[in-house]
């Protein structure tokens, strides 16, 4: 395969900070998860009135509604920290080489893997970074400033012609 481009990465606070507020943001459950946050939280501020409980129970319902309203507001930022606490590739900083050709590109780490380009089911971006979003759920984050082969300008242009797909622009917070 000849290499048009080639990108050294790994996984960075950025990269992982990115990938944590672009998999909450694409995934399809995210209302259904919050849902069931409200509903839990409701149920606990709820329960101690419908049972008519002690004044303790009322401390204890609340108390209990309001960290899951805590969990809901601040999950993105708890599964952050969990990822910088249990990442292999974070703690032991070993870097990624993804190299793009024709007619598919490789990811190298500690393993070597192959992905055809009609494997990749959607293309965001924001300032910084490329997310290539796979159909198996995997989501490849290439910072703009990594490239060691091509420039970020010319790699968008030939990934949305070897993908038939165009980048969808994304403003994430975590």
């Known amino acids: 395969m000849t290499i048009l481009y080639e990108v050294k990465t790994g996984h960075t ?78 703690k032991e900083r070993i870097e990624i080489t993804m190299s793009f050709g024709l007619p598919a590109f490789e990811v190298k780490g500690e393993e070597k893997n192959t992905y055809k380009y009609h494997l990749i089911e959607a293309l965001y971006e924001d300032s910084e970074l490329f997310y290539l979003r796979m159909e198996d759920s995997d989501l490849f984050i290439i910072p703009k400033d990594s490239f060691t082969r091509g420039n970020p300008e010319e790699f968008r242009e030939f990934i949305q012609n070897a993908t038939e797909k165009k980048f969808e622009e994304v403003h994430l917070h975590l």
């Open 13 to 90: 606070e950025k990269v992982l900070k990115a990938f944590v507020k672009l998999n909450d943001k694409t995934r399809g459950d995210r209302m259904k998860i919050m849902m069931r946050y409200v509903i839990l939280a409701g149920l606990f501020f709820m329960t101690p009135k419908a049972l008519n409980v002690a004044r303790g129970g009322y401390v204890v319902c609340w108390i209990m509604g309001i960290l899951i309203v805590i969990l809901a507001i601040f999950r993105n930022w708890f599964t952050y920290v969990d990822l910088l606490q249990k990442d292999k590739y974070y």
